[in-house]
């Protein structure tokens, strides 16, 4: 017999693999459904797709107008971080060539 399981929301006892969603090795509280209810609610409140384009060439130029009008703040900004981390630009490069590694050699004929 299938082991089951009462929702925290819904109160309902339901099938325990079949309808809970397992989350770091124990299955939650709250049933599926309950889940997608909740997840749905907070779309709808928080409305995070309407931020979804936020990649779009529009952005983009704004950024580019903010970076010149405060290019003296964002120089500020790397020179205090050259201050606090010394090593970070050597290290980070030895590490991006090392990653790299050797160019292939094209076949020749």
């Known amino acids: 017999m299938s082991e089951m399981k009462q929702c925290s ?3 309902r006892t339901k099938i325990l693999y079949r309808d809970f969603y397992m989350c770091s090795g124990s299955y939650r509280s709250e049933c599926k459904a309950c889940t997608i209810k909740r997840n749905q609610g907070y779309q709808k409140r928080v409305r995070a797709w309407e931020n979804s384009d936020k990649d779009s060439e529009a952005r983009r130029e704004y950024m580019r107008e903010y ?3 405060n290019k003296a ?6 020179a205090k971080f050259r201050e606090r981390h010394p090593d970070y630009y050597a290290e980070y490069f ?3 060539k090392s990653r790299s590694g050797p160019k292939p050699l094209t076949q020749q004929r």
Do not use: I, L, T
């Open 9 to 11: 929301m819904c109160h």
């Open 73 to 78: 703040k964002f120089a500020a900004y790397r």
């Open 67 to 69: 970076y010149a009008q």
């Open 94 to 96: 030895r590490d991006k």
